[in-house]
């Protein structure tokens, strides 16, 4: 069966002290990884979207990378500001066919100052 | 840009009533896809719209039926509600479905 695992469930750090959350997945045919920031009882934010394995993306404090089999978001120097719960999804399918979209459920993470 | 919009952001229903939810996609996006986040949970896919038909569906059952109007708003009807169908509902939205989905804030469905 298909899955999206996250690890760890939660996280919690000191202001500055860097860290990365684990996203792995066991999907055919991916086409796209995606990154998402959710707080508190608020939708989803877009954060990146990795499509192939080597590929990387960074915005300000995070930089997110993709393997086959995995991908990580790396928090550099974080800000309580940063505390959220960070969820990845994973789309797979043929091009023009059925795709599907599935989410992990997600790191909490809490930034202590 | 107003960005994904839903209604209501929060509602109480009875269990057995019918509720509707709306949303109004990003302003240049013509697909909406629908999403049930439990308490603690991922969102889970319900269906997808494009050009006012349903897409791609996900693992739930007739009870949850849609809608897409010509200006890509659309609405999210749950029938019958079960006390387990409370939850977070988003509405995403994209430009076709090989792009990201920026979502709304949701709507809080609280089932008694």
């Known amino acids: 069966e298909d899955q999206v695992t996250q690890s760890p469930e939660a996280l919690r750090l000191q202001e500055g002290e860097s860290s990365s959350l684990n996203c792995s997945y066991t999907v055919s045919g991916l086409r796209g990884l995606f990154w998402y920031r959710q707080d508190p009882g608020k939708g989803p934010e877009f954060l990146f979207t990795l499509y192939s394995a080597g590929e990387e993306k960074e915005k300000e404090r995070l930089k997110a990378t993709l393997t086959k089999k995995e991908s990580f978001l790396h928090i550099t120097a974080p800000k309580p500001e940063d505390s959220a719960t960070y969820l990845c999804?994973?789309?797979?399918?043929?091009?023009?066919?059925?795709?599907?979209?599935?989410f992990g459920t997600g790191t909490k993470l809490q930034v202590i100052p | 840009d107003a960005g994904v919009t839903q209604s209501p952001t929060h509602l109480i229903k009875t269990r057995g009533q019918q509720v509707t939810l709306r949303c109004s996609p990003k302003?240049?996006?013509?697909?909406v896809s629908w999403y049930q986040q439990a308490l603690g949970q991922g969102p889970q896919f319900i269906f997808q719209y494009y050009e006012e038909e349903e897409r791609q569906r996900g693992n739930f059952p007739d009870r949850f039926s849609g809608h897409q109007f010509p200006n890509y708003s659309s609405e999210l009807n749950v029938n019958a509600l079960l006390l387990g169908d409370s939850a977070l509902y988003l509405c995403?939205?994209?430009?076709?479905?090989?792009?990201?989905?920026?979502f709304g804030q949701g709507t809080r469905l609280t089932v008694v």
């Open positions: 302003s240049g996006h013509d697909t």
């Open positions: 999804a994973v789309q797979e399918g043929p091009t023009g066919g059925y795709q599907k979209v599935t």
């Open positions: 995403a939205s994209s430009w076709d479905r090989d792009t990201e989905a920026f």
